[in-house]
T-cell receptor
């Protein structure tokens, strides 16, 4: 186990709703990244937070937003859910920004109906 | 632009066979990092290895070995004497500092090892 935890494990939402996913980083890790993994695909980078500031963003619309808290835990918020948002959402933490070894949590499976 | 190609979508082998998973990458950066991750059915991505672009030494870890060749932009992964527990989806990924070290994954290769 990596020490990265995510909640909830599974979630079912209706199109148009909003959702918040949570991630608790491995102890001492100040950088967290979020990825979206559609069925049968590789994970896609959503954004990264370093010391509570967004440090990079992939090709995702503004309705995907995030937060990192002083204890380095993080949230991913998605507004106006669409059917294509159904995916496994993975959180990864790393010891520091320049550390390439990202440790992943078990993910949250989001289903949008 | 960065790109990672894993041409093998699915591979099926019988236990104890050797198997090689291919990974080809594209990048314009001279400094970059390559990774392999394993994703078992539980869904959690397990880190296997990281290589930087300046280190072309092959690496062996138990039954796992990696062959990094910059000349062919490849970073292949070999499992020797495969076991049923090796069944998983394996992802190759690329990152560099210009993108904040975000991981750019391939589409993965699903490996099934049967008894």
């Amino acid at each position: 186990e990596t020490g990265v935890t995510q909640s909830p494990t599974h979630l079912i939402k209706t199109r148009g709703q909003q959702v918040t996913l949570r991630c608790s980083s491995q102890s001492g890790h100040n950088t967290v990244s979020w990825y979206q993994q559609a069925l049968g695909q590789g994970p896609q980078f959503i954004f990264q937070y370093y010391r509570e500031e967004e440090n990079g963003r992939g090709n995702f619309p503004p309705r995907f937003s995030g937060l990192q808290f002083p204890n380095y835990s993080s949230e991913l918020n998605v507004n106006a859910l669409e059917l294509d948002d159904s995916a496994l959402y993975l959180c990864a933490s790393s010891l520091r920004l320049a550390d390439n070894e990202q440790y992943f949590g078990p993910g949250t499976r989001l289903t949008v109906t | 632009a960065q790109k990672v190609t894993q041409a093998q979508t699915e591979i099926s082998v019988v236990e104890k066979e050797d198997v090689t998973l291919d990974c080809v990458y594209e990048t314009r950066d001279t400094t970059y990092y390559l990774f392999w991750y394993k994703q078992p059915p539980s869904g959690e991505l397990v880190f296997l290895i990281r290589r930087n672009s300046f280190d072309e030494q092959n690496e062996i870890s138990g039954r796992y070995s990696w062959n990094f060749q910059k000349s062919t932009s490849s970073f292949n992964f070999t499992i020797t004497a495969s076991q049923v527990v090796d069944s998983a989806v394996y992802f190759c990924a690329l990152s560099h500092s210009n993108s904040g070290y975000a991981l750019n994954f391939g589409k993965g290769t699903s490996l099934l090892v049967t008894p």
